[in-house]
């Protein structure tokens, strides 16, 4: 008899965006032993970038903790990488691949808090993070995102708690910790990803509009400048913490939960539907 993590290698996991959040998930089913694929935008939007595998799109590679994410244009370099111990990422917008693919798994971890296009018919077992979706009409679980007491519950009736539009509180702030684009245009950073920061200090441009810290602080997100910013995008954020007590180099505690939820629900599903 075959054990356990024998299946696991032979399981394929879809999971649609590489940013901070999703990165937590997809170390939980790398750690599983699943073999995964990450599906992104060409242009991914995520700010807390050095926590983010969805980086390999701008850098080719993205190491984050154990994990090492690495860009490829076909289904056929996956291989590859799944035998040296990677994680194959395919810019992959509208998860096209997905027919060739053929995951028996797909977590959309986008993030988007709306429903971008994910439907129960692209895999076996479905499943969503955050508001947007609706189980069991578009897929077959969904992770409550929101900080607190449900951080984390599966709901395999209806939704998610709503976004509230307000970041959580991080050293006593909260929406005046997080930066919106002032203006549409290149990003030219000034400063990086773990700097200790001065409030009105310059941090970076969008196009030729500067953009300063609204808080002391450490720059612990920041959009990547080879992106041009639409106005009023999120776009960087600091936070308010001790430079000692902040960490901009691993994944956080949010993500590691909603990594542990995403898993509780593919073992859960796929023993309810026998696939796994």
Known sequence: MGKVTDTFAETLVA????????????????????KVIILETEKPLAIRRTVALCNAVFQKEQQVEDMKAVLVESKNECHECWKNGYLPLLVDTKAESLNELKPLILVDAILAKRNIGTNRSMAPITIALGPGFSASEDVDVVVETMRGHYLGRLYFEGSALANTGIPGEIGGKSAERVIHSPDSGQVKHIKKIGDSVQKDELLFYVGNQPVFSPLKGVLRGLISDQVICQKGLKCADVDPRAAEEVDCYTISDKARALGGA?????LLIGRQKELL
């Open 15 to 34: 999971v649609r965006g590489g940013g901070d959040l999703a990165t937590g998930v997809i170390q939980k089913l790398y750690h599983a032993g699943f």
């Open 262 to 266: 995403v898993l509780d629900a593919v």
